[in-house]
């Protein structure tokens, strides 16, 4: 994903309806944002806010 973080952010906290994307609340804030940085790093990847803090997680979390 290539748009802003935080709409990454909540689709790995919550889940997609009607996909196979399931939460991922289990994982700790600094497994999600570790994984949130290389989706949007990888494949080719250049997202404008490259690097997602463990941080970005907890304030969505609350």
Do not use: C
């Not at 700790?28 to 690097?51: F, P």
């Not at 463990?54 to 969505?60: K, T």
């Amino acid at each position: 994903m290539l748009g802003p973080a935080e709409a990454q952010i909540k689709v790995l906290l919550d889940g997609r309806a009607g996909t196979a994307m399931a939460s991922l609340r289990r994982l700790s804030d600094v497994e999600l944002a570790a994984v949130t940085t290389y989706t949007r790093n990888a494949w080719s990847n250049q997202a404008e806010q490259g690097l997602v803090l463990p941080r970005e997680y907890a304030a969505v979390r609350k």
